[in-house]
């Protein structure tokens, strides 16, 4: 049996993409499954994928991803691949939540927003110097984290459960 191959485009590339992947400016079209709809073997995460502004702006920018959002539409992939891979249809979808940590020197601003694109069900946001501490002590967690090896433990997953967040659609 032939496995079928996959491809994980990460950033946008109008010069290397058929244009029937990507929208006029360089950025993936993907289904609700990261898929490419001309070309189902081929995801799209992160900066690269096209979502649609939800308005019109005197400069014409793309839709902001935070981390959480791309870490969402990795484990999506990562779940259809494994289906598609055992011959079933994908179904897992990213929830596109947001949760943020934005440092700004000796302050910060947080937020939450689920999903990140509007109509939103959860708009919270909150400043101060405490972000920032926040921020380092994220930064020290993550890269320990990633050092030994360890994706989502459960304490974390836990804790972003306890908080409403999901990277997957139910």
Known sequence: MTRPTCRIVTTPCPATIHTSTSNPRGFIVIDKHQRNPTYPNVFGLGVC??????????????????GFMIESMVTAIAHN???????????????????????????????????QIPPRNVNWSASGKWVHLAKVGFEKYFLGKIRRGETEPFYEKLALEMMGLRKIKA
């Open 49 to 66: 994928v096209a979502i649609a502004p939800t308005g019109k702006t005197p400069v014409p920018v793309g839709v902001p991803k935070t």
């Open 81 to 115: 691949m494994t289906e598609i891979l055992d011959g079933k249809p994908p179904t897992h979808e990213a929830t596109w939540n947001a949760f943020c940590l934005a440092d700004f020197g000796d302050g910060g601003v947080a937020f939450v927003a689920q999903p």
